[in-house]
């Protein structure tokens, strides 16, 4: 089945501080999700991206399909950037792999 | 907004009880999913269903059966629980998947299961 490899597992900012967090799948995927765990651990999805660049405010997320990798950019980190997040893939079918997740901490 | 309902958000069970896990999606989404989710092993798929009356194994059925009646309400059982399920189980649905589109998925707020 797809590995989905996410790096890097911790990440440490000072409020205000860009960062970026990077997801590479073993194989081709056309599902791609990016998803945020906060600290009560409720998962909120925050972009389906198979291929191209969305954006969503201060996040913004580019996956490059035919190198089987996707990149999520946080700008202007806030202390409620805190948390989790995850990269899942899948086929056409809709169940998704996951990735054991980057934890940020932004320390105001 | 997509509301997926998890019924119990802490539940303490004893091995060998039987268990159920309920969950109510209130989009009319074909697709529903139940994951859990352990410390070091991130989320894992356990069954999955496009339809009702309809599932599919994920990565880690053993131990578990689905029920999907009608289409919002997916339910998850432990047959006879054991310590080893102890986990946090999230439930998740999403629309039918059509022409190579998918669409995303919405997570519930989960149920954190001990099992004693």
């Known amino acids: 089945g797809i590995q989905v490899e996410q790096s890097p597992p911790d990440l440490i900012l000072q409020e205000g501080a860009n960062s970026t967090l990077r997801c590479n799948f073993s194989?081709?995927?056309?599902?791609l999700q990016w998803f945020h765990q906060n600290p009560w651990g409720q998962l909120i999805n925050l972009f389906y991206?198979?291929?191209g660049t969305k954006q969503n405010g201060r996040l913004s997320a580019t996956t490059v399909a035919t190198e089987r990798y996707s990149l999520l950019y946080i700008s202007s980190s806030q202390t409620t950037d805190s948390g989790v997040y995850f990269c899942?893939?899948?086929?056409?079918?809709?169940?998704?792999?996951f990735g054991k997740g980057t934890k940020l901490s932004v320390k105001p | 907004d997509v509301k997926v309902t998890q019924s119990s958000r802490y539940l303490v069970k004893r091995t060998g009880e039987k268990v159920f896990l309920e969950c109510v999606q209130d989009?009319?989404?074909?697709?529903m999913f139940w994951y859990r989710q352990d410390p070091g092993l991130g989320l894992r798929l356990i069954y999955f269903?496009?339809?009702?009356?309809?599932?599919e194994k994920g990565d880690i059925p053993e131990g578990y059966s689905v029920s999907r009646e009608k289409k919002e309400r997916f339910s998850l059982i432990l047959e006879s629980a054991s310590t080893n399920q102890t986990s946090m189980y999230l439930c998740?649905?999403?629309?039918?998947?059509?022409?190579?589109?998918?669409?995303?998925?919405?997570f519930g707020n989960g149920t954190r299961l001990t099992v004693t």
């Open positions: 899942a893939g899948g086929g056409s079918q809709g169940n998704l792999i």
């Open positions: 991206i198979p291929s």
């Open positions: 194989d081709s995927v056309n599902n």
């Open positions: 989009m009319d989404h074909e697709n």
């Open positions: 998740a649905s999403s629309l039918e998947g059509i022409g190579g589109y998918n669409s995303p998925l919405h």
């Open positions: 269903s496009y339809d009702v009356k309809m599932k």
